[in-house]
Every structure is written in C-alpha cells, then in structure tokens.
C-alpha cells in the first residue's frame, strides 16, 4: 500500500509538472492561433481578387469591357433566380408524386425524372426552344402565347423543367429521411395526408435538404450560360458577341470569368449563412 500510494503521489507530481508547463508555455504566446482552422483558400480568393481589382480598375480598356458586360448580369441574375424558383416548385410536386402510394402518381413522376435526367440540359433548352415553344405559342390564345415567343421566358422555363428532375429527387430523399412515426403522429391526430405533409414532414425535410438545394442554387448560376445558345443577352451572349465584334478575346473571356467566380461565391456564402442559420441543431 504505502508503494502504491508514492507511484499514485508521482503520477500527480508528473501531471502537475506537464499542466503548469503547458500553461506556461500557453501564457508565452500572447494569442493562441489554429493554423489549421485558417480558410487558406479564401485568402488566396481575397488576395487574387484584389489584385484583379487594382487591374481592372487601373486599365482604361478592362473598365470599358466590364461596364459593356455589366448589362448582362441583370438577365444571368434575373434568369438564374425565376428559373430556380420556378424550379422549386416543380421538384415539390414532382417528388410528392415520387413517395406517394398511388401508382398512377409514381409512375408519372418517375417518368420525368428518369427521361429529363436522362438528356443533357442543353439538348433540353434546344428542344424545348425549337418544338415545345412554338406548339405552345400556336395553340395557347394570344395574350398568354407570347411568353413562349421570348428567349428569357423560354431559358427560364427550360432551366425549371431540367433542374426539376434533379430537385425532385432532393425532396424525396428528405421525406424518406423523416421517420415514418412522424407521418403516423400527425395522421392519429386527425390530420389528413396533405396536411401531416404541409405541417409535419415537409418542415423538417427542407431543413435537411437546404445544402443541397443551395448547391443546386449555384450550379444554376453557371448553367443558365446554356441560354446563350437560345440568344439569350446573358453574360455569355453579351462576351461572345463583343468579343468578335472587338476580337479581343483575352480580356473580354477573363472578365466574364471573373464576374461569374464574383456571382457564384457570393451567392455561396449567402446559401452557407442561410444552411447554418435554419440547420438542424446536433
């Protein structure tokens, strides 16, 4: 007993020792630092970006071509935020029809998410452009027919129906990850279908899926360049047609893709702050 009562008071002498020493050795520095929690790439986007910048800015001819380019951010942004919301809308319907028990339902909705996920999107933005557009131009009456005669109207419609597919799939994936014992809750309580959903599962599912959907957010972004093979005056059209016009190609594409890079962090940092405002707590 009395050996192990010293080995017990030397094994505390010896932890003593180690904390005062790394207390010590945490009282030199004046403020501790995490190297490895540093965002190192978004200091090399910050100091990148400054110096494009001080380039643009300080260059007669890169300040001409942004504020020619400018006019096309407006249509890329206006594009990019129906088409999305339009989007939204058809994957919540598409994917309701996805985990809903009637047949008829899951059949259809399956159809359109394996045929539309199936052709890529700019074949589906030409098709629909080219033969859905004009059928429904010419059998809708007039005051609604001329939606489908405008490219932006066109290249909004087409993005929806494509991302759609994709957005679908992203819903039923978080109602299937909602346990089933809340759809049973909800429907004991004298709660129909619709209504469990709409009050219960739908909630809590888009707070799982919000990284996702933001994700998807940005990826349409980039991809509502497609529309410039429609003639939409995005900022695709817009740098492709000044480019040949001026045959400066160098300066013209490097702006475009700095725009673009701008657009797409900032709307990722805007779709973090709204993930982490509205997660789920751990």
Excluded: C
Excluded at 7 to 18: G, P, V
Excluded at 98 to 103: E, G, L, M, Q
Aim: charged share 15%; proline share 5%.
């Amino acid at each position: 007993m009395p050996a192990l009562a010293r080995t017990s008071t030397f094994t505390l002498t010896m932890a003593d020792h180690d904390s005062s020493s790394a207390t010590r050795s945490r009282a030199g520095r004046a403020i501790p630092f995490d190297w490895e929690r540093v965002p190192w790439w978004m200091l090399i986007l910050i100091i990148a970006g400054i110096l494009a910048l001080i380039v643009i800015f300080t260059s007669p001819d890169y300040t001409n071509i942004i504020t020619l380019l400018s006019s096309g951010i407006y249509l890329t942004l206006y594009v990019t935020f129906f088409a999305y919301a339009l989007a939204l809308l058809i994957g919540l319907v598409a994917g309701l029809m996805r985990v809903s028990r009637n047949p008829v339902l899951y059949t259809i909705s399956t159809l359109y998410v394996e045929v539309i996920r199936g052709i890529p999107l700019l074949v589906q933005i030409l098709y629909f452009f080219y033969v859905i557009a004009p059928a429904l131009a010419s059998n809708i009456p007039e005051p609604y027919a001329e939606i489908f005669r405008r490219e932006e109207n066109i290249g909004i419609v087409a993005l929806a129906i494509g991302y759609g597919a994709y957005l679908a799939e992203t819903y039923r994936a978080g109602i299937e990850a909602i346990p089933r014992g809340q759809m049973e809750a909800a429907r004991s309580l004298g709660m129909s279908y619709l209504q469990a959903m709409r009050y219960v599962i739908l909630p809590q599912a888009i707070r799982i899926i919000l990284p996702p959907l933001g994700n998807d957010f940005v990826a349409m972004l980039k991809d509502s360049a497609l529309t410039s093979a429609i003639s939409v005056k995005e900022l695709t059209l817009w740098t492709r047609q000044r480019s040949a016009n001026t045959f400066r190609p160098l300066e013209h594409w490097t702006i475009a893709a700095f725009l673009y890079l701008t657009m797409t962090i900032g709307l990722s940092l805007i779709v973090r702050y709204i993930e982490r405002k509205f997660a789920i707590p751990k």
